[in-house]
């Protein structure tokens, strides 16, 4: 004898009948699909945005919402890495950030250094 068929899942309908997804048909009808989107540049241009050479070194991150205890992080590429919560700690945190931006070693030109 043989075993009876199974039923299929609760949910998931037989496999007989789907079919995977293809291309849309383009808007002419012809069947080929859309390589792109009308009105998208088909080339990479160069960013036009040029700069002027600066870029972030020092992040500082408050938060202080109504009725909590405000934090302050203080962040820097030199390895600093700094967090304090509490209204007193922060606001020392604040002001100790603005004193390591004049002493920050990355901060420091060579016009500073021979001065």
């Not at 203080?74 to 919560?85: D, I």
């Amino acid at each position: 004898m043989s075993a009876p068929p199974r039923a299929p899942l609760e949910g998931h309908p037989p496999t007989s009948r789907l079919r995977l997804a293809g291309p849309a048909p383009a808007v002419s009808g012809s069947g080929a699909p859309k390589v792109v989107a009308e009105g998208v540049p088909t080339a990479v241009r160069p960013d036009q945005q040029t700069g002027d050479g600066r870029y972030p070194i020092a992040w500082l991150t408050i938060t202080a919402p109504r009725g909590a205890t405000p934090t302050a992080t203080s962040t820097c590429a030199c390895g600093r890495n700094l967090f304090a919560a509490g209204h007193h700690k922060a606001l020392a945190l604040i002001a100790d950030h603005t004193d390591h931006k004049t002493r920050c070693p990355l901060r420091t030109t060579q016009k500073r250094t021979a001065s």
